[in-house]
């Protein structure tokens, strides 16, 4: 049989509530999800980034293909969510009988890892416009209530806090 025949038989159906974890930052595996059905939420370092992750989009590419242990995100559903999921320890196996797609495979591995580091890069400045920007509305809202209070405006602050 074909490799794209084994690689689907070797997935599994899995189906996730809202708010589940699908994967967690900076923990080991080796799973490969490809949303199918629903919408998700990429997550780094705590803060939402990135837009909404939808059908065809893939979580763990890199860790299945053995470029990194680690997921460099959180992937938490946002609906209910209907993945394939590919273990990435049985595609050692898989290649081994096909071996004239392994210049494939191996262009495979590459485009994931540059592309998985490209948007890293992308969300990680997200992530530093988002913290600078609540910074600068945490640093606004204390200059404009010590403005008020200097002023004996009464107010109790209430209005002033940060919206995140």
């Not at 320890?89 to 262009?107: G, M, R, T, W, Y």
């Not at 509305?137 to 200097?150: E, K, S």
Request: glycine residues 8%; contains cysteine.
């Amino acid at each position: 049989t074909g490799l794209f025949d084994q690689l689907m038989r070797a997935t599994d159906w899995l189906m996730f509530p809202p708010g589940h974890v699908v994967v967690k930052q900076k923990t080991a595996g080796t799973r490969m999800y490809i949303l199918c059905f629903g919408a998700a939420s990429t997550i780094l370092h705590g803060l939402v980034v990135g837009d909404p992750l939808l059908p065809g989009d893939c979580v763990g590419a890199a860790s299945a293909l053995d470029e990194t242990v680690r997921y460099m995100v959180t992937v938490r559903t946002q609906a209910v969510c209907h993945f394939r999921s590919l273990d990435g320890l049985v595609l050692p196996k898989i290649f081994s009988q096909h071996p004239a797609e392994l210049d494939n495979i191996e262009n495979m591995r590459q485009y994931v890892a540059a592309t998985d580091a490209k948007k890293l890069k992308f969300l990680e400045a997200q992530m530093a416009k988002r913290k600078l920007k609540t910074r600068e509305d945490i640093a606004f809202r204390r200059h404009i209530q010590a403005a008020r209070v200097t002023r004996g405006i009464a107010g109790s602050g209430a209005d002033l806090q940060p919206r995140l």
